[in-house]
């Protein structure tokens, strides 16, 4: 750099440039260093430019002040240090808004208490398969051992989540619903890659597992299904489409542990869409259902926020 001598030297207009072009790239590197990163998306995820509208990868760097596009059903995820947002549908964002709204949750704190809990949440005790009491019956009395490899995937599984081992339960999960006959089979696998993307942190992955999937009620894991999907729209700040599902789940089962997360999740969503008399409602009737639960304590805790 030229020292104050030679600087000295510089013409006058000259200097003028040499600062500007100083302070662009002072600019452009703190805008950088505010910037996003886009650890994953589906869809199509654009960009607003100069000149018009361009196309995202993952990788990309995303300024705060940027204004990004979503469309064909996309999602997006986006990150920085220890923030994360996450979009699930289409529409035309302000990072400025969604900086600022980062964090702010109205699940803050809740998510990872819940996930915890949903292996315990059923409607009833779950049930044999059809497939396994019919080897069973055809067993009789015979010396023959049946080993259904769709229960031999779930235990598996099962450990690789207790030990988070995520990646792992991905992989075992994708080739079992690729080499599953069984569409009842097929759908509980989908949702407990919904589960395994959860734990792992990757929301969008995790969302987009769940919307491939229907369970019936009488599904064993039914009520799990429910409350992760609920959790997931919470999260992501889609109050009114939680509240879409966790409402018919309260009326068809007024009872029970899951019924209580689900109240706690109403209560949250209510809460994050401004209505503070009907959050406390769902709230208060979630904690009368077992006021000496983990859940009750869960719910005592937002109700003193509130």
Request: a neutral charge.
């Amino acid at each position: 750099m030229a020292n104050w001598r030679e600087w000295w030297y510089i013409p006058r207009m000259s200097r003028r440039i040499f600062l500007v072009a100083i302070l662009a790239g002072v600019l452009a590197m703190g805008a950088f260093a505010q910037a996003f990163t886009v650890s994953y998306l589906d869809g199509t995820v654009e960009m607003q430019t100069t000149r018009g509208w361009k196309a995202i990868s993952i990788g990309d760097q995303v300024p705060t002040d940027a204004t990004i596009r979503i469309s064909q059903t996309g999602s997006l995820e986006l990150l920085k240090a220890r923030t994360k947002i996450t979009l699930l549908k289409d529409g035309v964002y302000s990072m400025a808004s969604l900086s600022a709204a980062a964090g702010k949750g109205a699940s803050e704190g809740v998510g990872s208490t819940i996930a915890q809990k949903l292996q315990t949440l059923v409607t009833e005790k779950p049930k044999s398969s059809a497939a396994g009491g019919v080897r069973g019956a055809e067993q009789g009395t015979a010396s023959v051992t049946w080993v259904d490899e769709n229960d031999e995937t779930r235990t598996k599984v099962q450990s690789l989540l207790e030990k988070n081992r995520y990646t792992e339960a991905v992989s075992v999960l994708n080739n079992a619903i690729k080499d599953s006959s069984s569409d009842a089979d097929t759908a509980e696998f989908t949702y407990l890659l919904g589960v395994a993307y959860y734990d792992a942190g990757q929301t969008a992955k995790a969302y987009r597992a769940l919307t491939r999937v229907t369970p019936q009620p009488d599904a064993a894991w039914y009520a799990r299904y429910v409350i992760l999907k609920a959790q997931v729209l919470v999260d992501t700040q889609n109050y009114r489409d939680a509240l879409g599902i966790l409402t018919p789940f309260i009326s068809a089962h007024p009872t029970g542990e899951a019924t209580q997360v689900a109240y706690l999740l109403s209560g949250l969503s209510q809460k994050g869409l401004g209505d503070k008399a009907a959050a406390r409602a769902a709230l208060d009737s979630g904690f009368q259902l077992d006021p000496g639960s983990d859940t009750a304590k869960l719910i005592d805790q937002q109700r003193s926020s509130l």
